[in-house]
Nanobody, 120 residues
Framework: QVHLQESGPGLVKPSQTISLSCTVS??????????WSWIRQTPGKGLEWIGY???????YYSPSLKRRTSISRDISKNQFTLQLNSVTPEDSAEYYC????????????WGQGTQVTVSS
């Protein structure tokens, strides 16, 4: 079954950039009709959708994070990446990549998550 794995630094300084990669195994990020997504979770806000890159191309971001967010993909590596810049401690969260199913509106596969702490 499709497997997703997050990777990236767990500690980021304020004003800098959270850079994470999601490596997808046993499934192509360009195949089918999926939205390859980033979600984060905090005790205070719960789950928060960040954005996605679609298998057919294109990206879409949460309005609240659009200004600071960039999601891209590396087809040769079967990876998609998240860059969230100008971070503050409020961006500290468990970050997940996940495969979303359009129209139905759920995620059928998740990475294990990676903790990112924003601190000086």
């Amino acid at each position: 079954q499709v497997h997703l794995q997050e990777s990236g630094p767990g500690l980021v300084k304020p004003s800098q950039t959270i850079s994470l990669s999601c490596t997808v195994s046993n499934g192509s990020i360009t195949s089918g009709n999926y939205v390859w997504s980033w979600i984060r979770q905090t005790p205070g806000k719960g789950l928060e959708w960040i954005g996605y890159t679609a298998s057919v191309g294109g990206t879409y971001y949460s309005p609240s994070l659009k200004r600071r967010t960039s999601i891209s993909r590396d087809i040769s590596k079967n990876q998609f990446t998240l860059q969230l810049n100008s971070v503050t401690p409020e961006d500290s969260a468990e970050y997940y990549c996940a495969r979303g199913v359009p129209y139905v509106g759920y995620f059928d596969s998740w990475g294990q998550g990676t903790q990112v702490t924003v601190s000086s």
